[in-house]
């Protein structure tokens, strides 16, 4: 079974930082790729940044020059740092694990329990 725990969410202001992180456990050989999604009330979820075992890195349109998504392979953990934070950056931010190569020799795909970033003066 593998886990995904996210931590780092909370109230900012606009023009704030904040920086999430998300560590994976459990029984694994590898994961693939690590990133961040997120949901806005009363819209569908959607990819924030995401980042490959070898380092590339895809960024939604909205988020780039504002946010980096960067990995620590030995720990499996990824981490968004969030600069100049803006109130439409209001939303649950979702970790997701793809292609998790698990003791059982297949693959999985794992999701966060998701944590709150509200952008508020």
């Known amino acids: 079974q593998v886990q995904l725990v996210e931590s780092g969410g909370g109230l900012v202001q606009p023009g704030g930082s904040l920086r999430l992180s998300c560590a994976a456990s459990?029984?694994?050989?590898?994961?693939?790729?690590m990133g961040w999604y997120r949901q806005a009330p009363g819209k569908q979820r959607e990819m924030v940044a995401t980042?490959?075992?070898?380092?590339?890195?895809n960024y939604a349109d909205s988020v780039k020059g504002r946010f980096t998504v960067s990995r620590d392979n030995a720990k499996n953990t990824v981490y968004l740092q969030m600069n100049s934070l803006k109130p439409e950056d209001t939303a649950v931010y979702y970790c997701?694990?793809?292609?998790?190569?698990?003791?059982?020799?297949?693959?999985?795909?794992?999701w966060g329990q998701g944590t709150l970033v509200t952008v508020s003066s």
């Open positions: 459990g029984s694994f050989f590898s994961i693939l790729a």
């Open positions: 997701n694990a793809d292609r998790v190569l698990s003791i059982a020799r297949t693959y999985l795909e794992v």
């Open positions: 980042v490959a075992s070898g380092g590339s890195t």
